[in-house]
T-cell receptor
């Protein structure tokens, strides 16, 4: 059983749409949840960082964590062509040496 | 401009070659990492260095050999690689050792092709 499941896509939506990206996980001990954005030919960059359950908003981006369902989401409002990238979810136990556990990433395409 | 710099950006090597990847972080972080990114697979942690001491190797084949001479520099020495080792190799750093919820700062990677 994979620890973190993420639909690889591609997910193609028109400009201006609300985008929902999701990950599910199996290890209930995860405490820190992150979203990274990776443009083509670039390394991943941290987009959102949350601890435990709840919501966090930053501009057009909202991260949600539902620990009871082992489910995290990233919402992008008023999507722009510049949001086209691969989005990676990542999780951390917060107390061991295993490091971050990543999803495979979702390739998002925003059509102008 | 990224605070983590990797060179070279692209590398093509034969299975009998020896090469090295270089990483330098300008963020004053205490931990550095090597990750492997292959198509349709999650990022795989290869090596972790906390305060210059290697703490994890995740059963990486011995044809990959890391070196961390100081807290700002990290190398990955490669020898007798296999075609399946072709991938994007990412270096990352974090303020605190991994396991404390510290986010990672990545370089732009070295695209390695083994022929």
């Amino acid at each position: 059983q994979k620890e973190v499941e993420q639909d690889p896509g591609p997910l193609s939506v028109p400009e201006g749409a609300i985008v929902s990206l999701n990950c599910t996980y199996s290890n209930s001990a995860f405490q820190y949840f992150m979203w990274y954005r990776q443009y083509s030919r670039k390394g991943p960059e941290l987009l959102m960082y949350t601890y435990s359950s709840g919501n966090k908003e930053d501009g057009r981006f909202t991260a949600q964590v539902d620990k009871s369902s082992k489910y995290i989401s990233l919402f992008i409002r008023d999507s722009q062509p510049s949001d086209s990238a691969t989005y990676l979810c990542a999780m951390d136990l917060g107390g061991g040496a295993d490091g971050l556990t990543f999803g495979k990433g979702t390739h998002l395409i925003i059509q102008p | 401009e990224t605070g983590v710099t990797q060179t070279p950006r692209h590398l093509v090597m034969g299975m009998t070659n020896k090469k090295s990847l270089k990483c330098e972080q300008h963020l004053g972080h205490n931990a550095m990492y090597w990750y492997k990114q292959s198509a349709k697979k999650p990022l795989e942690l290869m090596f972790v260095y906390n305060f210059k001491e290697q703490t994890e190797n995740n059963s990486v084949p011995s044809r990959f050999s890391p070196e961390c001479p100081n807290s700002s520099h990290l190398f990955l020495h490669l020898h007798t690689l296999q075609p399946e080792d072709s991938a994007l190799y990412l270096c990352a750093s974090s303020q605190d050792p991994q396991g404390a919820g510290a986010p990672l700062h990545f370089g732009n990677g070295t695209r390695l092709t083994v022929t």
